[in-house]
C-alpha cells in the first residue's frame, strides 16, 4: 500500500480542475434542461432547481463520463448517466441536511433553513424520482440492454446508499461508542463510496465498453478513492477555511461517528468518556461551544486526526494501485490522466 509521503509527492495535475470545469458544466447543463417549469413554481419547482444551480464539485458525474471515454466511448453516450447521477446525489443532500439539522450548504443555506422542512422533502423526493428521465433517456443512447442494466447498477448503488445512511444515523441515535474503524470503513464504503466513485465507475465501463467489460475492480477502486475523500471531508469539516461550503466542526456537534471521534472515544479515559457519552447524547441539547473546543482538544492530544489522515493517505496509495490493474491496459487519454489524478486531487480540494 502507498504511504502518505509518496502520494503527497504527486500534485494534481491540471488535467483534473480542466475536466472537472469542463464535464461539470455539460452535466448542469443537461440537467437545468431536465427540470420541469410550471406550478407550483416557488413552492417546488424553484426549490428542484436550488442545489444543482449552486454548483458543487462535479466529481461523480464527470468520473462516469471520463470513464466511459476512457472504454472508448463518446461523452455524449455518457451525459444522460451523469446526469441521473448528480440529480440522485442533490435529492439526497437535500435530505442528509434535514437528517443532520445542517444550516449550510455550498456556502449558503440548506433548502429546509429557506423554505421549511416540509416543502424541502418534498423538493428532495421530487428530484430523486425525476432521476429516472434521464435513465429512460439512456434507452436510445446505449440501446436497451445496456440502459437496463444502468438501471440495474443504479437501483443496487441506491440500496447500498440507504444502508450506510441508516447505518451512521442509527449510531447517532444509539450514541454509540465502541465503533471500530472497520465499523466506519463499512459505513462509508456504503453511503459515500457507491454513490460518489463505484456507481459512476461501473456506469461508465459500462457504457464505454458496451457491457464487456468487468465490473468487480471498480468497488475495490472506488472504495479507497471514495474513503479517502469522505475522510478528507470529515477533515475538513474540523479545519475548513472560508471556501468550505459547511460549518466548521458542524461533524462534531451534530454527533457524527467520523475516524476521529471513534478513535477518541477509544483512546479516552473512563471519566472522558463518561462526559464523551453525556455531550454526545441525542436526547440532550447539542454540543455548546466549550464542549466542541474540549472534543476537538482531546482529538489532538490522542493524535485522532493524524490517525485518520495516515489512514486516508494508506487508502489513496491503494486506489493508485487498483487504478493501474483496471486502466493500464488502455490506450492513454486525457480522461485517464483526469481518474489518476483524483487520488491526489482528493487531498487538495477544500
Same mark, same amino acid.
Given at each position: 500500500m502507498q504511504g502518505? !509521503?509518496?502520494? &503527497?509527492? #504527486? +500534485?494534481t495535475p491540471s488535467v483534473v480542475r480542466e475536466t472537472l470545469a469542463e464535464y461539470g458544466a455539460l452535466t448542469r447543463s443537461a440537467l437545468l434542461a431536465h427540470l420541469p417549469t410550471g406550478e407550483p413554481k416557488r413552492h417546488l419547482y424553484d426549490l428542484l432547481a436550488d442545489y444543482p444551480q449552486r454548483g458543487g464539485k462535479m466529481m461523480r458525474s464527470s468520473l462516469c463520463i471520463a470513464t466511459a471515454r476512457a472504454f472508448g466511448a463518446p461523452a455524449e453516450q455518457a451525459l444522460q448517466s451523469a446526469v441521473a447521477i448528480e440529480m440522485l446525489h442533490n435529492a439526497l443532500l437535500v435530505h442528509d441536511d434535514i437528517q443532520d439539522g445542517s444550516e449550510q450548504r455550498r456556502a449558503a443555506p440548506t433548502l429546509h433553513a429557506l423554505h421549511g422542512v416540509p416543502l424541502a422533502l418534498n423538493a428532495g423526493d421530487a428530484l430523486g424520482l425525476l432521476s429516472l428521465r434521464p435513465l429512460v433517456a439512456n434507452i436510445e443512447l446505449v440501446g436497451s440492454r445496456v440502459a437496463l442494466r444502468i438501471v440495474e447498477e443504479t437501483e443496487r448503488m441506491a440500496w447500498e446508499s440507504a444502508e450506510g445512511q441508516a447505518m451512521e444515523l442509527g449510531w447517532r441515535r444509539d450514541n454509540s461508542n465502541d465503533l471500530t474503524d472497520a465499523d466506519y470503513l463499512t459505513m462509508v464504503l456504503k453511503k459515500t463510496c457507491w454513490l460518489a466513485t463505484i456507481h459512476p465507475s461501473r456506469v461508465g465501463a459500462l457504457i464505454g465498453s458496451r457491457g464487456r467489460a468487468p465490473l468487480e475492480p471498480f468497488i475495490r477502486f472506488g472504495f479507497f478513492l471514495g474513503?479517502?475523500?469522505?475522510?478528507q471531508d470529515d477533515l475538513l #469539516? /474540523?479545519?475548513? *477555511?472560508?471556501? =468550505?461550503?459547511? &460549518? /466548521? #466542526?458542524? *461533524?462534531?456537534?451534530e454527533g457524527k +461517528?467520523?475516524? %476521529?471521534?471513534n478513535h477518541v472515544l477509544r483512546q !479516552?479515559?473512563? !471519566?472522558? +468518556?463518561t462526559r464523551l457519552a453525556r455531550i454526545l447524547d441525542p436526547s440532550r441539547q447539542p454540543p455548546h461551544a466549550g464542549q466542541?473546543?474540549? /472534543? +476537538?482538544? /482531546? %482529538? *489532538? #492530544? =490522542?493524535?485522532?486526526?493524524?490517525?485518520a489522515r495516515g489512514i486516508a493517505h494508506g487508502l489513496a496509495g491503494a486506489a493508485l494501485h487498483e487504478y493501474m490493474g483496471i486502466y493500464d491496459a488502455l490506450p492513454e487519454s486525457r480522461d485517464k490522466q483526469f481518474i489518476r489524478g483524483l487520488v491526489t486531487w482528493v487531498f487538495e480540494r477544500t
Open positions: 502518505a !509521503a509518496s502520494v &503527497e509527492e #504527486n +500534485r474513503a479517502a475523500f469522505q475522510i #469539516n /474540523l479545519v475548513a *477555511d472560508p471556501s =468550505y461550503g459547511k &460549518e /466548521l #466542526n458542524g *461533524d462534531l456537534v +461517528r467520523t475516524l %476521529m471521534l !479516552a479515559t473512563p !471519566a472522558q +468518556r466542541v473546543t474540549w /472534543l +476537538r482538544g /482531546l %482529538m *489532538d #492530544n =490522542y493524535g485522532s486526526v493524524e490517525h
